[in-house]
């Protein structure tokens, strides 16, 4: 932020890979106003904010219920502790992700079983979903219980895919949204595309709030007043008696104001990043590698990320033109020091290939159009080099 007045080295505004600053210049007013009311009516935790912000989550994405909690990762742990999974029980996660999802699983203390990705989509490889899952059902220690897919970099998993596995194995879906509010499959919106949705508020998510937050998005009313009873340690209406296990995992009052605040500018926002995928989609078409949705699908373009060789050059010679990058993520799940136990024999190399592959470019709703053109031309001429 510090170089935000510099010109960069090819001339032009300074290209920022996320940017907060202009979004909070455009909702600045209204936060500060929505601060005051806060302020005056003291509620910091359950204020009315939370009601409001559950009710305009599921007014966007239709779902029947959100309840608002304290993480992208307590909004992952939550539900399979509602669901009671524990000791022996199965969860499939792709073997590409950030680690929280991992993490997660493990928090609530059941197993993490690692798919491999398709290649396209960076998102979990329904065939190699069916495989691991015969393999724990002929296992003896392990019970399948359910998937837990990712819309990697925003695009939605193929959830008809999914939920056809799904049904044949008797699995129940919890879906990792965090980096893909906004994003659509047949017309739905990314929280009712799995009977369970998990997303999070982290600042730099498509729906970021002005610290941690998260949402579960459910198709049942009951599962939402579960999940609200886990929220608070597993309590009814005597806050203080726990009726079963859980955990602190709400909300904050001002994190549900900015967040509100936020849902008035995204379909703005959202168009904007649609505008600059599209730019990048036609100038890198042939050149490079993207990810690749199936029809019926709309990213939330929360990263852009693509496909290069010789990484760390490129990465350089962007950086020499002023364009940041960033990689999501240079370790797959199964060789991170915690989850190596999770390995599967003969690892998951379509992983381990993206691994070594990603780079994702500058991706925010206030990227201007010479801006996406500067980052393409600079990319261009990086892979020509
Ligand atoms: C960000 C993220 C999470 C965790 O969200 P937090 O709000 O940071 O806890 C989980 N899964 C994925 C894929 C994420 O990108």
Redesign the pocket.
Known sequence: MAAAEKLTPTGGSPIQFFDLKAQQASIRGALEERWTTILDHGRYIGGPEVDECEQKLCEFTGAADAVVVG????A?VMPLIALGYGHGDAVFIPGF??N??ANAVLLAGATPVLVDIDPATFNVDAADLERKIEKVKGSRNLRARAIMP?D?YGLPADYKAIQAVADTHNLRIVA?A??AFGGRQDGKWIGTLAEISAT???PT?TLGGYG???AILVRDKEVGDLLRSIRWHGTGDNRKESIRVGINGRCDSIQCAVVSEKLGIFEDERQRRIASAKIYDERLEGKVEGQIGAAGDESAYGLYTVRVPERDAIRAALQEKGVPTAIYYDTPIHQMPAFEQFSPPGGLPECERASKEVLSLPMHPYLAEDQVHRVCDALLGALQR
């Open positions: 993480s992208g990762t307590q992952l992700t950030y929280a999802t990712v990697l990792d965090a980096q999070s508020f982290y998510k941690d937050g998260g």
